[in-house]
T-cell receptor, first 112, second 116 residues
Framework: DQQVKQNSPSLSVQEGRISILNCDYTNSMFDYFLWYKKYPAEGPTFLISISSIKDKNEDGRFTVFLNKSAKHLSLHIVPSQPGDSAVYFCAARHQAGTALIFGKGTTLSVSS | DAGVIQSPRHEVTEMGQEVTLRCKPISGHDYLFWYRQTMMRGLELLIYFNNNVPIDDSGMPEDRFSAKMPNASFSTLKIQPSEPRDSAVYFC??????????????FGEGSRLTVL
């Protein structure tokens, strides 16, 4: 049973527009949420994170929003660039453990 | 500093053969994780170690899979015998100890396994 869900396998966006990637989770004990980005033939790399005590974290073009009541988080990329085309994984950390639990990923395609 | 180093990058083998994947974590990291990526299941945790000791192996699919960490700078994931359904990309990741912080993992480039 998936504790972290990314229900959209893919997303296509035009360059300059906003990309919104969504993630839902089921476990209320998660204390940190992270987004990873993965290019083909490479390992995932850390992008941005948010603590469960916050509702927003911003880093340049990337902003993550957390809605704890809905158990939902989203990653906003503004403006989107062709180099953002990659697979984006949502991940969560359980308070009591140290392993990250990942969603299945969303493939973002940004066209110029 | 070098990142997480995995070998081989690609492995093609026949069903029934033994497969050994290797990982060198980042120096000073005391947690090591093995993940597997497939289209159907995404990135799933197989096993992780803390200070070379296995902590949680509940994600290991079955007895054909085993993992060891004989020292702080080396880990192996072994599949014996291998089956076509084991075809996937296997990632090793490492991180420093817990405490304050995001729990960010650093991943290797992965080992793509194809079992014919």
């Amino acid at each position: 049973d998936q504790q972290v869900k990314q229900n959209s396998p893919s997303l296509s966006v035009q360059e300059g527009r906003i990309s919104i990637l969504n993630c839902d989770y089921t476990n209320s004990m998660f204390d940190y949420f992270l987004w990873y980005k993965k290019y083909p033939a490479e390992g995932p790399t850390f992008l941005i994170s948010i603590s469960s005590i916050k509702d927003k974290n911003e880093d340049g073009r990337f902003t993550v929003f957390l809605n704890k009541s809905a158990k939902h988080l989203s990653l906003h990329i503004v403006p989107s660039q062709p180099g953002d085309s990659a697979v984006y994984f949502c991940a969560a950390r359980h308070q009591a453990g140290t392993a990250l639990i990942f969603g299945k990923g969303t493939t973002l395609s940004v066209s110029s | 500093d070098a990142g997480v180093i995995q070998s081989p990058r690609h492995e093609v083998t026949e069903m029934g053969q033994e497969v050994t994947l290797r990982c060198k974590p980042i120096s000073g990291h005391d947690y090591l994780f093995w993940y597997r990526q497939t289209m159907m299941r995404g990135l799933e945790l197989l096993i992780y170690f803390n200070n070379n000791v296995p902590i949680d192996d509940s994600g290991m699919p079955e007895d054909r899979f085993s993992a060891k960490m004989p020292n702080a700078s080396f880990s192996t994931l072994k599949i014996q015998p291998s089956e076509p359904r084991d075809s996937a990309v296997y990632f090793c990741a490492s991180r420093r100890g817990t405490g304050a912080g995001t729990g960010e993992l650093f991943f290797g480039e992965g080992s793509r396994l194809t079992v014919l």
